[in-house]
């Protein structure tokens, strides 16, 4: 009934022969196995291409894919795992990567009567800028195929990308705040456009794919096409189930939970969803980490990320490894910590939670690490955008007649020069003498931090890897004042000049937790310098 042949080009040379397949009636299996491509981004069971014959005299051919990696049809129409479109003699289809490329032919090719030629019927419209799911039928007898328009999708560049990498590097998330916070939509969309424009400028990854999601094409979703202007590939709208992305060919790694007050599986929407589907243990986990009480709720403009067990069944079935539960503001009078319609606070919170969210996610993506370490800066009363929402942070313990607080520059600093004077010179003389560390006294308080930083909740470890450890400060003289501590356990007199690379552990470290919180308080001035005579071990 027809055939595939290498295009010009597309790796004929692989195989060696012009005509890949020879294609009967029915439904075809492409793949590696049927092709004699041994290139592993290419599944064995890569697509199918179904040829039908439709009274009167008439012939159908449908390309669906079945492998991670999507299919591409001539230039424009890009088919991820479970979409179909038809094709038509002489059409280039690439399967998984531009290199494997093939023309397809009917072995009699037909000449539409009415027409002269052939008329292609796109199941995707490529003038959308957003994307959208449906179904539409067939003429075999009522099958229904699922379709996206992926019309801002570069399809270029999604099949450039590794099998082992479809998923790593996305998140999905629904809409805070606009379901049973009630939130105006129209706002909402605007706020979280805003903040995923930025964020996707800022970080340029081509492997970065930012999924909104909602159940059914809603008035939210509209929302957000009408404010999405980034007009960027990696922002892809569509209706689906937040809890089974990888089934409906959108695999993550990452997901976000619109939560409620004290993290909580109760209610409805995708916070109970989400729950059911990871699993008891995500409430139990949520639970010891962030120890929500109702007389301590969680925080509006928050994010608190949980790393699921290799046992949840979200896990083991979707691949999904962090949920990111969210808290949007609270605009509903039956609830409480209600807004009342004050929008100037709800929209810095509502951006805090998006802008939270996806610093959260680029812990990872930035440099491929596991994102263990970076979650311990951005959960609780540390996520608050402190410019709105100061009466909102958690006052530090009582301590007996504090020192005044320094007066604040308005001058960036330079803590670079800082560094390279206390590398160029000796230690300075001690002008008072030095705290005696005592085993097990309280200059001793910060070792177990150093020893066992695992052990600490998120509050009080910002970060921590196998050469330091950053916690917040007991007694905070500052918006934010964290302490950057060596892994290696020795004394200020013990310092010489083979310590030098550990300093420099400690610089770089501080530098990379300033450029955090930079990001998320742009209105705070940050100083860093070390410690000349600390009074603690």
Request: proline fraction near 7%; aromatic fraction near 8%; charge should be neutral.
């Amino acid at each position: 009934a027809g055939e595939l042949r290498w295009a010009s080009g597309g790796g004929g040379g692989e195989s060696g022969q012009e005509v890949a397949a020879v294609l009967s009636w029915g439904c075809v299996v492409l793949g590696r196995t049927l092709l004699g491509v041994t290139d592993r981004k290419m599944s064995r069971k890569q697509a199918t291409l179904e040829l039908i014959q439709t009274p009167p005299q008439q012939r159908q051919a449908i390309l669906t894919t079945t492998g991670v990696n999507p299919c591409l049809i001539g230039d424009q129409v890009l088919l991820r795992k479970g979409q179909s479109a038809e094709i038509n003699d002489g059409d280039v289809i690439h399967l998984a990567t531009r290199e494997h490329a093939f023309t397809f032919h009917w072995v009699q090719p037909e000449v539409n009567a009415a027409t002269g030629g052939t008329k292609r019927k796109r199941m995707s419209q490529a003038a959308s800028m957003t994307t959208t799911t449906t179904t539409t039928t067939t003429s075999t007898g009522g099958t229904k195929r699922s379709r996206v328009d992926m019309g801002c999708m570069d399809p270029v560049a999604a099949l450039d990308m590794d099998a082992e990498d479809v998923g790593q590097f996305t998140l999905a998330f629904p809409s805070f705040g606009t379901n049973t916070f009630e939130f105006d939509i129209d706002q909402a969309a605007r706020v979280g456009c805003s903040e995923i424009a930025k964020f996707l400028h800022e970080h340029t990854d081509p492997r970065i794919r930012l999924i909104l999601v909602d159940l059914t094409d809603s008035e939210t979703l509209a929302k957000f096409r009408k404010h999405n202007t980034c007009n960027d590939h990696r922002f892809v709208i569509t209706t689906g189930n937040i809890t089974q992305m990888k089934t409906s060919g959108h695999p993550c790694r990452f997901i976000a939970n619109a939560a409620n007050q004290y993290l909580s599986p109760n209610g409805g929407g995708a916070n109970a969803a989400i729950y059911k589907a990871a699993g008891p243990q995500l409430d139990e986990d949520t639970k010891a980490k962030y120890f929500i009480q109702p007389h301590s709720p969680a925080q509006a403009g928050t994010v608190y990320p949980v790393q699921l067990s290799p046992d949840s069944p979200l896990h083991k079935k979707e691949g999904v490894e962090w949920v990111f539960h969210v808290l949007a503001p609270n605009m509903s009078k039956s609830r409480p910590f209600c807004l009342h319609g004050d929008y100037t606070k709800g929209c810095s919170l509502l951006r805090s939670c998006y802008s939270a969210m996806l610093s959260c996610f680029a812990a990872v993506t930035e440099d491929g690490r596991t994102i263990l370490g970076a979650t311990h800066f951005l959960n609780g009363s540390n996520s608050i955008d402190l410019e709105e929402d100061e009466e909102a942070i958690e006052p530090p313990a009582p301590r007996a007649k504090p020192s005044p607080s320094p007066t604040r520059s308005t001058a960036t600093p330079a803590a670079s020069k800082a560094f390279s004077l206390l590398m160029a010179s000796k230690a300075p003389a001690p002008t008072k003498p030095q705290a005696k560390a005592t085993k097990g006294g309280w200059s001793d308080l910060l070792v177990p931090y150093v020893r066992n930083p695992e052990a600490y909740p998120p509050d009080a470890v910002y970060d921590y890897d196998e050469e330091t450890v950053v916690i917040f400060d007991k007694y905070p003289k500052a918006h934010k004042h964290l302490l950057v501590m060596p892994r290696q356990e020795l004394g200020y007199s013990q310092l010489t000049t083979d310590h030098i690379p550990m300093l420099q552990a400690l610089k770089k470290k501080g530098e990379l937790v300033v450029k955090r919180l930079q990001g998320q308080y742009p209105n705070l001035v940050f100083r860093a310098g070390f410690h000349a005579i600390p009074s603690m071990r």
